[in-house]
């Protein structure tokens, strides 16, 4: 058959010159990655060969083999797997365009230490070419199963690679590295030496559900192979109990199940007996993938019916909110032929799903309880995708918001749950005040926060832009309203304002015709102009309507493409600032009144860059604001 020729993609040609150079400090991870792919081969085919009874394919005898020739310094890693067919290797290999090549190579930029970088190896999917570290030479020889001809692809890793179709190609897919000389400075181990491939095998990939065989060692004469001997225990540690296996042994699992090199940050194992039995082993991640929020975001769960690998990304198990959850899940009593469609519908799916998400939740209490470092990387990874929930699943509010802390005026490092918050309340509060936004910072200090801080009123710091939305879906708390201290009309006189219900009548009536004529003025931007109980430094602020959408809101919204109305809002005055007295007593002495005009609007602006926005027209706002601060010199 005629060899084809082809150049790698600019990227792919980065990726390899990255591998071939060695930036990783463990170069035995290629062996992780290559089983782990012909393990994956394996379960593919399994379920391939159980949904199709006429599927031409041997499932008698499915294995791994890690061959040695140490003559020729080559191994190879084989399996009697799935297989690829020449389009499928072409594709999948030679461009490697869904691979995630240029995310890859931005998060290896990124990576802060060696650790971080090796586990960017097998999380894009790039597992393939971490054999490029050990091997000037790569050939790959594939056949799909229930196909008749095989692929043969090969590279030096120098830009281009070659494919050819063969007929001779068993099913399965053999991946034969030529290697390098072995060089320990580098970290450049002799991987034709069979300890060291048992060593690795036996760290990473004892609890592979297939046996991974070395053949090719020598027996005792030195003249005949020895027997192919198994590398690995092949035991599910989801179905041994907890006192049987180390921590490493579960570390070692998460690595294989997510490709991430650290290790968890919480195991949760559950095993449920009775009517309908299922083991689960569950892990929570010690940092938030790259892509957790975007729409691709491979989220579920591996399941399988006793021991048999059935789906990768069983999503029906766990809630979205609980996406960045790894783990196993081994049901007794489900159909070995399941779809997805069936899993959405089917009860003991629903029942496993309530049970793993309580258990989950419960682990995260735990956390919280004892042990607030691991927490704080828990809350700060995962809480903003955690606090969908509260939108979404009423059943499970309660233990969410146990488990939700928030930033607080209360302390610059400290965090609160809503319960604690609830707890020191101050004598004659009746709301948990609250106040959202892009950035800690921009609303700590805000000027709505002025007089709370002043009375000593703790207000929570919410900013994450699903803030915007659970607050309103939650509402109370403890029978305590949530609410916004940028919305709506707050009287502090209870709690802590001096002023005397006279002394606030006489100055709302000192002001009232300077806040009629201000509306009037601003009536393109605000609805009301009216004077303000929560300011002490700031001479403005601006304030939604206790039903408007906040302006961050409305931009979420147009963010996702829907239209909103803009929200005329109100404009609120301090009394007690020299602007504001200032602007009065000229609003009262002077009957020309063009150039106080020009002082409301200069105070709207302030207002709305106090908040973080920007004024309708910013040049003119400058050119005003200019022309002022000239005339003072």
């Not at 569950?282 to 691709?296: R, Y």
Request: hydrophobic content about 35%; glycine content about 6%.
């Amino acid at each position: 058959m005629p060899t084809e020729t082809f150049e790698f993609q600019v990227e792919a040609r980065q990726l390899l010159q990255l591998m071939i150079h060695s930036i990783y400090s463990n170069k035995d991870v290629f062996l992780r990655e290559l089983v782990s792919n012909a393990s994956d081969a394996l379960d593919k085919l399994r379920l391939a060969a159980l949904r199709d009874d006429s599927l031409d394919a041997d499932v008698s005898d499915l294995h791994i083999e890690l061959e040695i020739d140490k003559d020729a310094r080559t191994l190879t890693v084989r399996d009697n797997g799935i297989g690829m067919s020449y389009d499928e290797v072409g594709r999948l290999i030679g461009t490697i365009a869904n691979s995630g090549t240029a995310a890859f190579l931005q998060e290896l930029k990124e990576a802060k230490d060696a650790a971080g970088a090796e586990g960017l190896i097998g999380q894009f999917g790039v597992g393939f070419y971490s054999g490029f570290m050990v091997a000037d030479e790569v050939t790959l020889l594939t056949r799909r199963a229930g196909e008749k001809k095989g692929t043969r692809w090969a590279s030096r890793g120098e830009g281009t690679y070659t494919l050819q179709e063969v007929d001779d190609a068993p099913q399965g897919t053999s991946v034969t590295l030529h290697l390098k000389p072995a060089d320990s400075d580098n970290q450049l181990h002799e991987y034709t030496s069979p300890w060291k491939l048992k060593e690795i095998v036996k760290r990473y990939s004892d609890f592979i559900t297939w046996p991974v065989k070395l053949v090719g060692e020598t027996g005792n004469e030195g003249d005949e192979p020895a027997e192919p001997e198994t590398l690995n225990s092949m035991k599910a540690l989801w179905a041994r109990s907890r006192d049987e296996v180390s921590e490493d042994e579960y570390h070692e699992l998460y690595k294989h199940i997510s490709h991430d090199w650290r290790d968890p940050l919480e195991t949760v194992q559950l095993q449920a007996e009775g009517t309908f039995e299922y083991q689960a082993l569950l892990f929570v991640p010690s940092h938030a993938p790259h892509d957790l929020f975007t729409q691709n975001y491979q989220r579920g769960l591996q399941l399988y019916v006793k021991r048999v690998f059935i789906m990768d990304d069983c999503e029906a198990l766990l809630p979205p909110y609980l996406r960045f959850v790894k783990g196993v899940v081994d049901a007794q009593d489900l159909s070995l032929n399941v779809s997805r469609e069936i899993l959405q519908q089917d009860r003991h799916i629903l029942m496993m799903q309530r049970r793993l998400t309580k258990k989950v939740l419960a682990s995260v209490k735990s956390m919280r309880a004892d042990d607030a470092e691991r927490y704080g990387t828990f809350w700060r990874e995962f809480g903003a995708v955690l606090k969908e929930g509260l939108i979404t699943d009423s059943d499970n509010r309660d233990a969410l918001l146990a488990v939700s802390s928030f930033a607080t005026t209360h302390g610059e490092d400290e965090s609160v749950t809503l319960e604690q918050y609830v707890a020191r309340m101050r004598d004659g509060q009746e709301d948990i005040y609250y106040i959202t936004g892009e950035s800690r910072q921009s609303i700590d200090n805000s000027p709505h926060v002025e007089a709370f801080r002043e009375r000593g009123i703790e207000v929570l710091l919410l900013t994450d832009p699903v803030d915007e939305v659970w607050v309103d879906v939650v509402g109370e708390f403890q029978g305590k309203r949530l609410q916004s201290i940028t919305k709506g009309e707050i009287d502090l006189g209870a709690q802590g304002d001096e002023k005397s219900e006279d002394e606030r009548e006489k100055q709302a009536e000192q002001y009232a015709d300077l806040l009629g004529w201000m509306t009037e003025q601003l009536a393109d931007d605000v609805k009301e102009v009216r004077l303000s109980s929560r300011l002490t430094v700031s001479p403005a602020c601006i304030v939604a309507g206790a039903e408007d959408l906040t302006p961050a809101l409305e931009n979420m919204y147009r963010a996702m493409g829907q239209e909103v109305p803009h929200t005329k809002r109100i404009l609120e005055l301090n009394p007690a600032h020299e602007l504001v007295k200032g602007l009065n007593q000229a609003y009262g002495e002077r009957e020309d009144r063009a150039g106080l005009t020009e002082t409301a609007e200069l105070l709207y602006s302030l207002a709305v860059l106090a908040e973080g926005g920007r004024p309708a027209d910013p040049a003119h706002f400058v050119k005003v604001v200019a022309d002022r601060l000239g005339r003072t010199l």
